[in-house]
């Protein structure tokens, strides 16, 4: 993106010279394309590998910065939080050896950070979504101290409102509110990029588009956020809403998100896909830099880098980005794959790129009609249900056939895959081997996703939810060093995750969030009803808001029983008259010992947990006893055995 300013901070002169530089880049661009300019019959792919640094506890690491002073390696470079970090691989020759390749080059890569990790007490995890990040990890802090993600925040925040919303749906249901785009740093992906000639990108990236939902649904691997079971690959629903700088509209106006999947099929040019852009979306961000006079540089048959229309692309988030770049001197387009998720493995990762640079190769030979034969709205519905629903959903394909993904993927798309990869040269031992894993994920049904809501499910109440989900990550990170595909792992276990209480140490790991509350005008006799029906012993009196303003406990309950005995007819007792206002309230960020010592010295058994004024859950006496048991019988075993 470069660095900049926000538009907000920007006067009518900036903005007026920025959109003459984007006109201008735009206006050098056809002039390349007509003149034969732009590469063309050659053919390099790449990938762009996040990952997310985790420490000892499993927990997000905020060590990149550190990381990448410690590796002289230009491929290497920030993400928008602390605990990200991005490689980017060196552009490889389509042709034979070039997965394996792709491979080697990851496990280097991923060997000298894990190294150099590892000396800061850290460790780099392939995951879409890392499993313990929690709201309080994305904080204005924990944004790399790089001018461009500080400007995109202020930028977005700024279209916004101030506020970010998630509502996501799956088998949990989430609804958050937070107050800055690191949202968004809450996404790990593995990108891929293909480069194709100027005749070739409208075929291209139609065939990338068609494929977008049957490859999601055949890579899913980021199920899980803040412990809900939501979409197959949430990591979509996350970024749709994180970075969408829409402002209420009228409802009978359609209005677009800058990540977005796409409103129709390219006809002619690469340029529609740019026009499209610059007319819907203004800038986010100004270029800094050499400005160069790029009609002036095509003229003198010199190649201008297009600085402005490259930062103006860079903020529209295409699902299948179309970019242009410059290689050993020769300007050149390229369709970026943001469709991936990082992980669960490398063997998984090169077992998806394989399986895209297939399609890529093999798809505008085999489907030379598919703008006609399958609209454009039902590729756009396969991407959202393969989303939400994996290998479990039902997509359509040509001549709108609806087929189990499945079935698609396994009976029309590896096929084609495979001859696409014959076409370019790649061996067919290594197509074989890569497609392979891709098969044999799809036959049995275990994509990362699925490996993960499966491991949750075997750990089924043991543990609690900090546990757990400490567990996914510690288990995630141990069968990575394996080389072994997700389709081969065995569920994780609650005993990888090592010591137990380690996830006891802040009141956000263990507390209840499944709460049962009133409202002030409530009845009585429901809040006993409530304690007597499920066992509980404290009740919340909170707002419409979900803002905390009072407690019931059982204790005060039975004062009242003892004292006035429940209303009858005629004389009923709102909660409100015997409610404790303005209890003693904790955050989630409150350690343990904290919250111990507030219980004593108020001689209390129920601290309710507060964010940002609004109840987020209970911890009890009962949640401390349970901590207190397993400390003791940790200290207990050692005891017996000293070499514990």
């Not at 204005?140 to 925040?153: H, K, Q, V």
Request: aromatic share 6%.
């Amino acid at each position: 993106m470069g660095t900049g300013n926000v538009t907000g901070r920007v006067d009518a002169n900036q903005r007026m010279a920025f959109m003459r530089r984007l006109l201008s880049d735009l206006r050098a661009l056809e002039m390349m394309l007509d003149r034969g300019m732009i590469e063309s019959g050659v053919r390099r792919i790449g990938a762009e590998q996040e990952m997310v640094l985790v420490d000892a506890d499993w927990q997000p690491a905020p060590e990149a910065i550190h990381v990448l002073e410690s590796i002289d390696d230009p491929r290497l470079t920030t993400e928008i939080a602390r605990f990200n970090l991005e490689c980017n691989l060196d552009p490889i020759p389509m042709r034979d050896g070039c997965l394996r390749t792709l491979r080697d080059g990851l496990t280097r890569l991923l060997g000298a950070i894990a190294e150099r990790a590892l000396a800061l007490g850290a460790r780099p995890l392939l995951t879409g979504i890392l499993p313990t990040l929690s709201l309080s990890d994305l904080t204005r802090e924990n944004i790399t101290p790089r001018e461009r993600y500080r400007a995109l925040d202020r930028a977005i925040t700024a279209m916004r409102g101030g506020r970010y919303r998630l509502h996501i749906k799956g088998i949990d249901d989430l609804t958050l509110e937070h107050d800055s785009v690191m949202l968004e740093a809450l996404n790990t992906s593995f990108q891929l990029h293909y480069q194709v000639g100027p005749d070739e990108f409208p075929a291209s990236y139609n065939i990338a588009q068609a494929v977008a939902g049957p490859m999601l649904a055949a890579c899913a691997n980021s199920p899980i956020l803040f412990g809900k079971r939501l979409w197959r690959e949430t990591r979509i629903a996350i970024f749709q809403q994180a970075v969408d700088t829409r402002s209420d509209t009228p409802h009978e106006r359609d209005t677009l998100a800058r990540v977005r999947f796409g409103e129709g099929w390219v006809r002619d040019s690469v340029l529609e896909i740019f026009r499209n852009d610059i007319a819907r979306f203004r800038l986010l961000m100004l270029a800094d830099g050499d400005e160069e006079d790029a009609v002036a540089m095509v003229n003198a048959g010199r190649v201008p880098r297009l600085p402005a229309l490259q930062t103006h692309n860079s903020t529209i988030y295409r699902w299948n980005r179309a970019c242009y770049g410059i290689t050993a001197g020769r300007p050149h387009l390229r369709i970026e794959c943001r469709v991936l998720p990082a992980g669960p493995s490398i063997a998984d990762e090169v077992a998806n790129a394989a399986l895209w640079f297939g399609l890529m190769a093999g798809g505008p030979a085999a489907w030379p009609d598919l703008a006609a034969r399958l609209d454009f709205d039902d590729a756009r519905a396969n991407f959202t249900a393969a989303a939400r629903e994996g290998l479990s959903s039902q997509l359509i394909w040509l001549n709108g056939k609806t087929l189990p993904a499945q079935t698609l993927i396994q009976e029309v798309l590896i096929p084609v895959a495979r001859e696409g990869l014959g076409i370019v040269g790649v061996d067919g031992e290594d197509a074989d081997h890569f497609l392979g894993i891709v098969e044999q994920r799809v036959d049995s049904g275990q994509t990362g996703a699925q490996w993960m809501l499966s491991s949750v499910a075997a750990m089924k109440g043991r543990g609690n939810r900090a546990q757990r989900l400490r567990c996914l990550a510690a288990a995630t990170w141990s069968r990575q060093q394996t080389g072994d595909p997700a389709h081969t792992w065995s569920p994780a276990d609650l005993d990888e995750c090592g010591d137990r209480t380690r996830t006891r140490l802040r009141v956000g790991q263990y507390m209840t969030t499944d709460l049962f509350t009133v409202h002030e005008d409530d009845l009585l006799d429901l809040v006993a009803s409530i304690m007597d029906w499920e066992h509980i012993r404290h009740v919340p009196v909170e707002d419409h808001d979900h803002r905390l303003i009072g407690l019931v406990s059982y204790r005060s309950l039975l004062k009242i029983l003892a004292g006035r005995g429940l209303g009858g007819p005629g004389e009923p007792i709102p909660v409100r008259d015997i409610m404790r206002r303005d209890p003693v309230t904790i955050d989630p960020e409150t350690p343990t010992l904290e919250a111990i010592r507030l219980m004593k010295a108020n001689r209390l058994s129920c601290l309710p947990v507060v964010k940002d004024d609004r109840l987020v859950g209970l911890v009890t006496e009962h949640d401390l006893m349970g901590i207190a048991g397993e400390l003791l019988e940790r200290d207990l075993r050692r005891g017996m055995d000293p070499g514990q």
